[in-house]
Nanobody, 119 residues
Framework: HVQLVESGGGSVQAGGSLRLSCAVP?????LGWFRQAPGKAREGVAG????????YYADSVKGRFTISQNNAKNTLYLQMNDLRPDDTAMYYC????????????????WGRGTQVTVS
């Protein structure tokens, strides 16, 4: 059973920064970060194409979050700056073999999540 493993979550004050990491032990077409706040649906935050490192962002995080990958280390990152209380959520990394990395659907490999709390 393939498992993605997130790390780097924590508690931070508004305006602060965190960097999330995700160990990705295989190659797929697209990688992404998602989040789910209590009582809300899961939403796509950022996506990246593994081959060309093309990136895509939800409007709510553009200019504040940066997705990147280190293929040599099989690691996906999410740098989060200028954090706000409404960024508080469980953050998940995910992977898919389907194309269209700018589309946040059809992801079929998931991690268990890492909690981010902004106060």
């Amino acid at each position: 059973h393939v498992q993605l493993v997130e790390s780097g979550g924590g508690s931070v004050q508004a305006g602060g920064s965190l960097r999330l990491s995700c160990a990705v032990p295989f190659s797929r077409t697209c990688l992404g970060w998602f989040r789910q706040a209590p009582g809300k649906a899961r939403e796509g935050v950022a996506g990246i194409g593994m081959a060309k490192s093309d990136t895509y962002y939800a409007d709510s995080v553009k200019g504040r979050f940066t997705i990147s990958q280190n293929n040599a280390k099989n690691t996906l990152y999410l740098q989060m700056n200028d954090l706000r209380p409404d960024d508080t959520a469980m953050y998940y990394c995910a992977a898919k073999s389907a194309y269209q990395c700018g589309y946040f659907g059809n992801y079929n490999y998931w991690g268990r999540g890492t909690q981010v709390t902004v106060s």
